[in-house]
C-alpha cells in the first residue's frame, strides 16, 4: 500500500478514536455537570426549608411574647405586635408547603405544624378578648395551661423537622461534594485527552512530512541517477549515428540514411529531454548555481540569435535582432539558456517566411527582454500553464515539434532566481510575444528552490499584465 495512503489512514484511525473518545467524555461531563448543579440545588433548598422553619418557631415565639405583655399592661402596642406575627405566620406556612412539595413525609409534619400552630393562636385570640373583657384578673381565673402545651408540641415537632432536614443536608452535602470530585476528574480527563490529540496530530503531521521529504528526495536522487546514467551512452550513440548519417564510414542505401537520420533526430531529442529533466532537478534542489556577473543585454541577445540563426534558416524564418548596450548584473549562461529556448520555440511555431524579434528594453528599474513571433499564437486559457512543467497546448507538439514540455519551466526558474518576471502576451493566429526582465538593483532570488507560492505569484503578477498593460506600453 502506498506511503501516502497509510498515513491517511493512521490518520483518520486516530481522528475516530479521538472523536470517540471526546464524544465519550463529553456525555460523562455533561452528565457529571448537570449532577452538580442538582446537587448544588438541593443543598441551597435544604437550606432554605431550615430557615423557614427557623422563621416560623421565630413568629410563635414573638406571638406569644405580644399576648403576655398585653394581658400583663393592656398595652395596644402589644396587640399590634401580635397582630403583625399572626400576619407574618401564614405565608411562610404555605412556603414551606411549597418547597416541600415533592416530600410526602415533610409535607405530612407541616400540616401537623399547622393545625397546632392554628389551635395555638386561636388560645392566645381568647386570652387577649378575656383580657380586653374581664381584666387580669378574669385572665389567671382561667387557670387554663393549654396554650404552654400546644407551644410545647410546637417546639419539639418543629426540632423533629430540623433535624430531619440538617440529616438530608448532610446527606446532600456528601453527594454535591463527590458530584464536584467526579467533575474536577472528568475536566481532567478532557484536558488530558485534548493534549494527547494535539501531540498525536503534531506526531503525525512531522512523521508525515519527513516520509514525505525523504520520498521526494530519493525520487530526484534516481531521476538525477538514471538521467546522468542514460546521458553518456546516449551521446555516444547519437554521435556514432550521426558520423554513420553523414557517409564518412562508408556509403549507405538512400533508406538507410534517411532511417539513420530519424534516428539522429530521436535521440537528439531525447538527450535534450534528459538535460532539461537534469536542469529542472538542479533548480528543484537548488544545485544550479546562479553566477552572476556584469554583462552586456544586447550581447547576449545577438549571442543567442547567432546560435539560433542555423535553425531559423533551416525553417526559413528571419531574425531580427534590437539594438541594445544595457548591462545588467546576472549569469550570462543562464539568460542565454532563457533565450535560446524562448527562440526556439518561436521559430518552431512559426510559418515558413515568418519574422522573429528579439530585443532588450531598458525601463526604470529593470531591462525587459522580448522574443515575438508571428506564428500560430497561444489561447488566453494557455498563457499560465505553459509555464507549469510538461505543459503544452497540443498535446502532439512535443511529437510534432520535438519539444520536452519543460523549456518555459526551467526559463521560469531561472528568471525568478535572477529576481525577475516572464509572461506571454499572445493573440491566436497573429503571434505571441514572450518578455522577461532582470532587475538592474541586486535582488534576492524570488525563490531558490521554486516554490508553488512563489510559482503562482509570477503566474497571478503575469496573468494581471495580460488582462492589463503591455508592459511596452508603459
Ligand atoms: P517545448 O519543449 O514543448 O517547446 P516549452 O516549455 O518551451 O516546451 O513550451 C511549452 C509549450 O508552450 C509548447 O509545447 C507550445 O505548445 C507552447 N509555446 C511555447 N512557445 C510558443 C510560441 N512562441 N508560440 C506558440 N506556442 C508556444
Redesign the pocket.
Known amino acids: 500500500m502506498p506511503i501516502k495512503r497509510t498515513v491517511e489512514k493512521t490518520v483518520l484511525t486516530g481522528f475516530v478514536i479521538v472523536l470517540a473518545l471526546f464524544g465519550i467524555v463529553g456525555v460523562v461531563s455533561q452528565r457529571t455537570i448537570v449532577g452538580l448543579v442538582e446537587d448544588n440545588q438541593w443543598v441551597t433548598h435544604t437550606h432554605m426549608v431550615l430557615e423557614l422553619l427557623q422563621r416560623v418557631s421565630f413568629d410563635v415565639t414573638q406571638a406569644e411574647a405580644s399576648v403576655r405583655g398585653f394581658v400583663i399592661t393592656g398595652n395596644d402596642n402589644f396587640e399590634t405586635q401580635y397582630d403583625a406575627a399572626k400576619d407574618l405566620i401564614e405565608p411562610l406556612l404555605s412556603d414551606l408547603r411549597l418547597q416541600t412539595s415533592d416530600n410526602p413525609a415533610e409535607q405530612k409534619s407541616i400540616a401537623a405544624l399547622e393545625s397546632l400552630i392554628r389551635e395555638r393562636f386561636a388560645v392566645m385570640d381568647q386570652g387577649i378578648q378575656t383580657r380586653k373583657n374581664g381584666g387580669l384578673n378574669a385572665v389567671l381565673a382561667l387557670r387554663n395551661n393549654r396554650g404552654l402545651v400546644l407551644s410545647a408540641q410546637i417546639s419539639t415537632l418543629i426540632a423533629q423537622m430540623r433535624s430531619q432536614e440538617n440529616r438530608l443536608l448532610a446527606e446532600r452535602n456528601l453527594r454535591a461534594r463527590q458530584s464536584e470530585r467526579r467533575a474536577f476528574v472528568v475536566v481532567l480527563l478532557a484536558v488530558f485527552l485534548a493534549m494527547i490529540a494535539v501531540m498525536g496530530s503534531v506526531f503525525l503531521v512531522f512523521r508525515d512530512l519527513t516520509r514525505r521529504r525523504q520520498i521526494e528526495r530519493m525520487k530526484s536522487e534516481f531521476v538525477s541517477v538514471v538521467s546522468h546514467e542514460l546521458r553518456t551512452p546516449l551521446t555516444s550513440i547519437h554521435g556514432s549515428l550521426t558520423l554513420l548519417a553523414s557517409g564518412l564510414l562508408g556509403p549507405t542505401t538512400e533508406k538507410g540514411t534517411r532511417m539513420l537520420e530519424i534516428a539522429v533526430t530521436n535521440t537528439d531529442r531525447l538527450i535534450?529531454l534528459l538535460n532539461?529533466i537534469l536542469d529542472v532537478e538542479k533548480l528543484d534542489s537548488g544545485s544550479m548555481e546562479i553566477r552572476r556577473r556584469l554583462c552586456n543585454g544586447g550581447e547576449l541577445i545577438r549571442n543567442a540569435a547567432d546560435v539560433m540563426r542555423p535553425m531559423a534558416q533551416k525553417h526559413g524564418i528571419t531574425l531580427d535582432v534590437g539594438e541594445s548596450e544595457t548591462a545588467i548584473w546576472a549569469d550570462p549562461d543562464r539568460l542565454a539558456q532563457c533565450l535560446t529556448?524562448?527562440l526556439?520555440?518561436?521559430i518552431?511555431?512559426?510559418d515558413a517566411g515568418g519574422r522573429v524579434r528579439v530585443r532588450a528594453v531598458p525601463t526604470a528599474a529593470e531591462l525587459r527582454f522580448e522574443?515575438s513571433?508571428e506564428?500560430?499564437?497561444?489561447p488566453w486559457s494557455?498563457q499560465s500553464s505553459?509555464?507549469e512543467?510538461f505543459?503544452?497546448?497540443?498535446a502532439s507538439?512535443?511529437r510534432k515539434?520535438?519539444?520536452?514540455?519543460?523549456?518555459?519551466?526551467?526559463?521560469r526558474s531561472i528568471v525568478q532566481q535572477h529576481g525577475g518576471r516572464i509572461w506571454?502576451e499572445?493573440e491566436l493566429g497573429k503571434?505571441?510575444t514572450?518578455f522577461f526582465t532582470v532587475p538592474f538593483r541586486k535582488v534576492e532570488p524570488t525563490n531558490g528552490t521554486q516554490s508553488n507560492t512563489n510559482q503562482s505569484a509570477t503566474t497571478d503578477s503575469r496573468r494581471e499584465r495580460n488582462a492589463e498593460t503591455h508592459p511596452a506600453d508603459r
Not at 506564428?375 to 497561444?378: E, L, M, Q, S, V
Not at 505543459?391 to 497540443?394: P, T
Open positions: 535534450r532539461d529556448n524562448l526556439s520555440n518561436a518552431k511555431f512559426s522574443v513571433d506564428g500560430r499564437g497561444i494557455k505553459i509555464f512543467r505543459h503544452q497546448v497540443d507538439d512535443s515539434k520535438g519539444g520536452t514540455g519543460l523549456g518555459l519551466a526551467i526559463s506571454v499572445s503571434g505571441s514572450f
